[in-house]
């Protein structure tokens, strides 16, 4: 069945490195992809998405591209901030069904000052 | 801006016990869903809901578990009689729909606790 795998935790940064999460999906016909992220103590809040192959998906200066060919959506951050400290997941949205989202574990990112 | 409220925040409850958690959409979307999260768990998906029936359910979405849109505004999840492993965040979600855009919108999650 459709699945998504993401990069195991926690990942512990410097503020201002680069981020990556990785993120690779399986899934039959062309899912649309998401990034939610889980601030402590709070819900789930849709980061970004794509819907196709080859968008890139931006918001608060984290992008992701939808890749077919490697059926990825890796997260990137040029410069994080402790702020950006939380969980972040990769989701996809299966073209079949009323569209729920099949999730990954979650990356637990952690940015020291 | 729109959002998706949940009741209660946190609900505690006795093994065997009915719970119902509630939930109140953003008020045009038309697709609605319950997921749950096990602590330190990934999200699992339950059940979605279109025009007014279960759409789709998962295998965690058993007998013990029922939905119900009683009015025009709230959405509902009931589980008849809790079990230890029911303990979780359940979080209610809605989405707009294949015309207005298939991004879910969450609520803050109701965090369950089976005694």
């Known amino acids: 069945g459709d699945s998504v795998t993401q990069m195991e935790g926690p990942v512990t940064l410097s503020e201002e490195a680069f981020l990556t999460i990785n993120c690779t999906y399986t899934a039959t016909g062309y899912p649309s992809l998401f990034w939610y992220v889980q601030y402590p103590g709070e819900g789930l809040q849709l980061l970004l998405k794509a819907t196709k192959a080859d968008d890139k998906g931006s918001n608060k200066g984290f992008e992701a591209t939808y890749r077919k060919e490697t059926t990825s959506f890796h997260l990137e951050k040029g410069s994080v901030q402790v702020s950006d400290s939380a969980v972040y997941f990769c989701a996809l949205s299966a073209p079949w069904g009323n569209y729920q989202l099949i999730w990954g574990a979650g990356t637990k990112l952690i940015i020291k000052p | ?115």
């Open chain 2, 1 to 115: 801006e729109p959002e998706v409220t949940q009741t209660p925040s946190h609900q505690v409850t006795q093994m065997g016990q009915e719970v119902i958690l509630r939930c109140v959409p953003i008020s045009n979307h038309l697709y609605f869903y319950w997921y749950r999260q096990i602590l330190g768990q990934k999200v699992e998906f339950l059940v979605s809901f279109y025009n007014n029936e279960i759409s789709e359910k998962s295998e965690i979405f058993d007998d013990q578990f029922s939905v119900e849109r009683p009015d025009g505004s709230n959405f509902t999840l009931k589980i008849r009689s809790t079990k230890l492993e029911d303990s979780a965040m359940y979080f209610c979600a809605s989405s707009a729909g294949l015309a207005g855009g298939i991004e879910q919108f969450f609520g803050p999650g109701t965090r369950l606790t089976v005694l």
